[in-house]
């Protein structure tokens, strides 16, 4: 019988019960290994929680700066234990933009590494609702706090307290495409109801490599809980430079990416095939993967299918699942099935998904709260009958997703053509010549914006260029409908701006704001 799940601290008891003494995550620290257990795990959850109720017992709104690593998910998740409000930001945030984001959060307390206190006492000179700053040090510090507030200690008590499963536990800052960013309220029954699904189950003996920012939800729910739940291991890979050799070290069964790390993998890969032509190809590729990769599953972006087919020849079944913060944020999970391979997903089952004139709309308990002080944007995000807008089109087949593009991109032509720009971008994703593209309106025609990638053009001149990006569009051009084509292109010095998530800002190109 399914466990009723309501809290995250429910989900974690779940899994320390369950799974005990089995290693729930790995790590390294200085080039040693270090393992934590699934009650390990919990207990430093606790500890952390109980710690911050000695700072204040009444409910605050906590802001919480760190880089990926063990500590950071014990505090994250000790945060939540504590009944208090989280809410995660990137490590590189701005202090123009953190003073607006603070303020527009209510933070009363900020948690951060060492390294950002200096700008945090320039946040705190601009923004006067900060009560106390504490500085997460080093590992030791976390050891200390782990120790002095366990579960044998006077403090005790003070995890022993009631949390509403349905009230708001963390604000997840929207990435902002179109440059309004908005606060997702996420309650611990949104995250726990998200995580606990069996539409995908972890194999016994499944390690994951966490690659993403731990301040995404998609990172968090995805990579932490839903581990929790399945009770599979986890390794911390830290700063992406050391992604390679981390894959070796760890020798991970699966990971959880985005479709820009997916095309650099293959690449080395192809390159390690070339270089080892005694090796197979499964050989060539765990020079680089290590020997136990075996699946691959993106988010975020359009996986394209040449890269789902270019992996299979290695051993690796890349598939796609898709959601977005305001849903906790699965809506699918990634089938590993041969049937839906280019699907965006199978259905998780936690949620009603339904399509309303092209658009994907859901309800149910992964699903937020609202945007957070946003009453108008909350209402518009959602329709008379509760479901949520998601923006996105597509359909629905066999309980799988295939999404076309996203609604508020869509270019409307005076002849009242409605176009799907990301139907025309992902017919050249796969074109080595061009890295990222744009198409977009123009004086009632369509319009692309293109950015080369260095490492192919490099040593060739512009025109030579132009007259290979220019051959890729006729292409294109010839298997589209007319009033599809690209009528002129654009070529790019520089790369598209990215939110943190890796997605092109679109603000600029002529769509209507989010």
Request: proline share 3%; net charge negative; with cysteine.
């Amino acid at each position: 019988m399914k466990p009723q799940l309501l809290t995250v601290k429910d989900l974690v008891n779940y899994s320390a019960d369950k799974y005990g003494d089995n290693v729930f995550c790995r790590f390294l620290r200085d080039d040693e290994m270090y393992t934590k257990s699934f009650k390990e795990f919990r207990e430093d959850c606790l500890a952390v929680s109980r710690y911050i109720k000695t700072k204040k017992e009444d409910k605050m709104h906590i802001a919480f700066i760190g880089k990926t690593n063990y500590e950071y998910i014990a505090c994250l998740t000790g945060m939540i234990f504590s009944g208090n409000v989280v809410v995660p930001f990137a490590p590189d945030i701005s202090i123009d933009e953190a003073c607006t984001l603070f303020r527009d959060a209510d933070i009363e307390m900020l948690f951060c590494e060492e390294e950002f206190i200096p700008t945090a006492e320039e946040i705190c000179n601009r923004y006067d609702g900060i009560r106390k700053i504490v500085s997460l040090g080093d590992w030791h510090w976390f050891e200390n706090i782990f120790k002095k507030y366990s579960s044998d200690s006077e403090f005790a008590p003070l995890s022993d307290i009631e949390i509403d499963p349905y009230g708001c536990s963390l604000i997840i800052y929207t990435s902002g495409t179109t440059g309004e960013r908005k606060g997702v309220m996420l309650s611990n029954n949104n995250l726990a109801a998200n995580s606990s699904y069996d539409a995908y189950k972890a194999d016994d003996g499944d390690v994951t490599l966490s690659l993403l920012p731990m301040h995404h939800v998609f990172c968090y729910a995805c990579d932490v809980l839903k581990s929790l739940y399945d009770g599979n291991e986890v390794c911390l890979n830290g700063a992406l430079i050391n992604l390679y050799k981390n894959l070796l070290i760890f020798e991970p069964t699966n990971a959880r990416i985005v479709p820009l790390l997916c095309k650099a993998i293959l690449t080395r890969i192809k390159i390690s095939e070339r270089k080892h032509p005694e090796l197979t190809p499964r050989e060539a590729a765990e020079l680089v993967v290590g020997k136990r990769l075996r699946k691959l599953i993106a988010g975020s972006a359009f996986l394209s299918s040449s890269i789902i087919d270019g992996f299979e020849r290695y051993g690796i079944t890349a598939r796609q699942g898709y959601g977005m913060s305001e849903c906790s944020p699965r809506i699918t999970t990634s089938d590993f099935s041969e049937r839906h391979k280019y699907s965006n997903g199978a259905l998780i089952g936690v949620d009603d998904v339904r399509t309303v004139e092209g658009e994907i709309q859901v309800k149910g308990p992964s699903v937020m709260l609202g945007y957070y002080k946003k009453p108008e944007r909350t209402a518009e995000a959602f329709t008379e009958d509760g479901y949520l807008h998601t923006g996105d089109l597509g359909y629905i087949e066999d309980k799988h997703i295939y999404l076309v593009g996203r609604k508020k991109n869509l270019i409307i032509l005076s002849n009242g053509e409605n176009i799907s720009p990301e139907e025309i971008e992902n017919k050249f994703i796969d074109d080595g010549i061009i890295k990222e593209i744009i198409v977009y309106a123009e004086d009632d025609s369509i319009v692309a914006e293109i950015y080369p990638d260095e490492l192919v053009v490099d040593g060739m001149n512009f025109d030579d260029v132009r007259d290979q990006i220019d051959k890729i569009v006729d292409r294109v051009n010839s298997d589209i409908k007319t009033d599809r084509q690209i009528s002129t292109f654009k070529i790019r010095e520089k790369p598209f701006e990215r939110t943190s998530t890796g997605k092109i800002k679109r603000a600029q190109f002529n769509y209507s704001e989010d």
